[in-house]
Nanobody
Framework: QVQLVESGGGLVQAGGSLRLSCAAS??????MGWFRQAPGKEREFVAA????????YYTDSVKGRFTISRDHVKNTVYLQMNSLKPEDTAIYYC?????????????????WGQGTQVTVSS
C-alpha cells in the first residue's frame, strides 16, 4: 500500500508563497489530490492530478494561484501556492485515488497523508 508524507507547510504572510510536497512510497502511478481542512470546517478539495500528470483539476477558489504537479522519478506530488490569503489557512492533506477517474470526491480517495499546517497571516 502507498504511504504518503506531506511537508513544506509553515507560516507565511498574505501574498506570499509556499510549496507543499507529498512524498509517496510504493507504486505511485495513480491519480492524486490535495485537500485542506480549516479550523471548524469540513475538509475540502483543493486540486487533483492524473496519474500521467497531464490533467489537473482545481477548486474555483485556488484557480490561478495554486499549481499541482508531480515528479514520477521522485515519487512526489507538489502544490505550489502563490498569492496566499488568510482564508487559505488550513491543514493540507495529500491523498491517492486508485481509480482511473480524476475526481474531487474525498470519499473516493484511498490513502491519506498525515497533513501539514499552512498558516497565512494578514
Amino acid at each position: 500500500q502507498v504511504q504518503l508524507v506531506e511537508s513544506g507547510g509553515g507560516l507565511v504572510q498574505a501574498g506570499g508563497s509556499l510549496r507543499l510536497s507529498c512524498a509517496a512510497s510504493g507504486h505511485t502511478f495513480y491519480n492524486m489530490g490535495w485537500f485542506r481542512q480549516a479550523p471548524g470546517k469540513e475538509r475540502e478539495f483543493v486540486a487533483a492530478i492524473s496519474s500521467s500528470g497531464g490533467t489537473t483539476y482545481y477548486t474555483d477558489s485556488v484557480k490561478g494561484r495554486f499549481t499541482i504537479s508531480r515528479d514520477h522519478v521522485k515519487n512526489t506530488v507538489y502544490l505550489q501556492m502563490n498569492s496566499l490569503k488568510p482564508e487559505d489557512t488550513a491543514i493540507y492533506y495529500c491523498a491517492v485515488d486508485y481509480s482511473t477517474v480524476l475526481r474531487s470526491d474525498q470519499g473516493k480517495f484511498d490513502v491519506w497523508g498525515q497533513g501539514t499546517q499552512v498558516t497565512v497571516s494578514s
